[in-house]
């Protein structure tokens, strides 16, 4: 498998009057070409900052890169593989980081009236992004933008490109982002909640795109969601988050047929179905700590139901290790436990 990016040990920290909020600290997994790595955690844990630091938008201050590596693996040029761009030395307002924005990665987010001001059509908005990037004709642009339209299903593109974002339903306002996302052609999608504000039959024809789309442009996706069902439908692989760290790792299946860690099981336990009520963890007793006073020890120790006192409440860190072949779970070992 070709590597993508790789995300190596990632903390990202935040100063606020509380003190340091520790978003995301010692994150790490990697992505190979046109693979979708789902990521899910509960609201909080992490997920989105992860997903802005790879794009350096997270606002600095209050955030503060804090250490690790963003290494991007960028097209091979005529067969040659240059090295890998480590995203989080670049100046976030330069211009290395805006060629890789949109030409190589591409974002969703949950809620699309964010990325369409509601002043200009969507037309104009997709076209802006494709001139921006591909130096293209205003009329080339255009046809590209109906092009894409077509693509996401949006009916009538020849029409619906000279609209406002205001006359499209939620669920078409999320196929435009898509279509804006795909203009540059860009080698990672990252997709952050993208069924989460619309509605249960919409949810599952975006994901149906988000396949196909995969299939036929050969990108890899970033699947951001705290909706085990929707990771279940896509993701070949699933990095499980907690308080800013990684709780487990493993290939989708094994991840459903042997989740290793307490979390994980306590989120298997409440899985959600596409059709069903919001998502309500109640499997796991307690509620996400703050960022800021971050439990010693595992993180998760004092919501765990097999926690053991004087090992996981202690000073050291559970590390993430490799327990099968692309299995990594970071727990102490449990007497008798399962593996681990
Ligand atoms: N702009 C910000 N200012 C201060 N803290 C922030 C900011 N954005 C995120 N955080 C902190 O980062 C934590 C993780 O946020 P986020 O990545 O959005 O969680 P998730 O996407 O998993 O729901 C939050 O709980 C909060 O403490
Ligand atoms: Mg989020």
């Keep these: 498998m070709t590597k993508l990016i790789e995300i190596k040990n990632l903390r990202v920290h935040f100063d606020v009057d509380e003190g340091t909020a520790k978003a995301v600290d010692g994150v790490s997994f990697d992505i190979g070409e046109n693979r979708v790595l789902g990521v899910i955690g509960e609201s909080g844990c992490g997920k989105s900052v992860t997903a802005h630091s790879i794009l350096r938008i997270v606002p600095s ?17 005529g067969g040659v593989q240059a090295p890998p761009v480590d995203l989080l030395t670049l100046d976030p307002k330069g211009e290395d980081i805006r060629k890789i924005r949109g030409k190589e990665i591409g974002m969703i987010f949950q809620e699309p009236m964010t990325s369409f001001g509601p002043l200009h059509t969507i037309g104009d908005q997709i076209m802006e992004t494709i001139i921006t990037h591909d130096r293209t004709s205003k009329a080339e642009a255009r046809t590209r933008t109906i092009e894409l339209l077509r693509r996401v299903g949006i009916p009538n593109p020849e029409k619906r490109v000279d609209d406002y974002p205001h006359k499209f339903s939620g669920g078409m306002r999320q196929r435009a982002m898509i279509a804006m996302a795909l203009s540059c052609s860009p080698r990672l999608l990252i997709a952050d ?66 989740p290793l860690h307490p979390y994980t099981i306590g989120l298997l336990h409440s899985i959600p179905v596409l059709d069903g009520p919001v998502v309500r963890l109640e499997q796991i007793k307690g509620s996400v700590p703050s960022p800021c006073a971050l439990p010693d020890g595992c993180v998760f120790h004092p919501r765990c139901d097999k926690c053991r006192q004087g090992v996981c409440d202690g000073q050291e860190v559970p590390e993430l290790k490799e327990i099968s072949p692309g299995h990594w779970v970071s727990c102490f070992p449990q007497p008798g436990g399962r593996g681990l």
Excluded: C, W
């Design 61 to 77: 201050p209050p955030a503060r890169m804090a250490g690790g590596q963003i290494l991007f693996h960028p097209r091979s040029n």
């Design 193 to 258: 909640e993208p069924t989460t504000a619309i509605d249960v039959t919409v949810q599952a024809q975006i994901l149906e795109l988000l396949r196909e789309l995969k299939e036929a442009t050969g990108m890899a996706i970033l699947l951001i969601t705290h909706n085990l069902a929707v990771v279940s439908e896509l993701a070949d692989e699933i990095v499980v988050m907690y308080m800013g760290r990684v709780m487990e790792r493993a290939p989708a299946e094994e991840l459903f047929n042997n």
